[in-house]
């Protein structure tokens, strides 16, 4: 399967805990973006990577929240601390470069926070 | 104004007929434009990619483009009750960093 992977695929969290959410790009890719979806709301872009380097994150909550695209291993999207409206589905989209290119979607990982 | 501005709907269309699709967008300097389609509970799944003004064809689905009226369509030909979901219009806006801006989105649905 030379698509976008991600996980886990669900992933619940007490508050207070740590989540960490990984993604694959897809084969020949070296951008990854994440973006998240609230319940009942539009997807949202938090941040954009390119290997071992944060491009843009002008989405990303301020605190809390960060991400990471090591030379090796898939990219993670860390949340410390979750609190219950973290609860969302985190798509991560990978492409080839940035501009006039697309973006393929993984599956998501849908983050529960109890 | 939102940035990429979609009509939430429900749109519904009777199978066979063509679905008709509309989002706007604030800002002039965008450059690449993309539809995707998300099942409920799914991923969004790419369908059209236009950047150039006028039409582009791809089986069923037509995109269109109109940068000066700041406006993308996706038309539906010949609908099917599999293509009922929720549409995504999202737009590339000139940061040139790649991140994708989103509509609400619309939802169809093809009626038997």
């Known amino acids: 399967n030379a698509g976008v992977m991600q996980n886990p695929r669900h992933l619940v969290r007490r508050r207070g805990q740590e989540a960490r959410l990984r993604c694959s790009p897809m084969k020949g890719h070296s951008h990854v973006y994440w973006y998240r979806q609230l319940p009942e709301e539009g997807l949202k872009f938090m941040v954009y990577l390119q290997k071992e380097n944060i491009i843009d994150e002008s989405g990303m909550p301020k605190e809390r929240f960060s991400a990471e695209f090591p030379k090796e291993g898939p990219s993670i999207l860390r949340i410390q601390q979750v609190v219950r409206g973290d609860s969302a589905a985190y798509f991560c989209a990978s492409s080839q470069g940035t501009v006039l290119q697309e973006q393929y979607f993984g599956p998501g990982t849908r983050l529960t926070v109890t | 104004q939102k940035e990429v501005e979609q009509n939430s709907g429900p749109l519904s269309v009777p199978e066979g007929a063509i679905a008709s699709l509309n989002c706007t967008y604030s800002d002039r300097g965008s450059q690449s434009f993309f539809w995707y389609r998300q099942y409920s509970g799914k991923s969004p799944e790419l369908i059209m990619f236009i950047y150039s003004n006028g039409d582009k064809e791809d089986g069923r689905f037509t995109a269109q483009l109109n940068k000066a009226s700041q406006y993308v369509s996706l038309l539906i030909r010949d609908s099917q009750p599999s293509d009922s979901a929720t549409y995504l219009c999202?737009?590339?806006?000139?940061?040139?960093?790649?991140?994708?801006?989103f509509g609400q989105g619309t939802t169809l649905q093809v009626k038997p």
């Open positions: 999202a737009v590339n806006p000139p940061s040139n960093t790649g991140k994708l801006i």
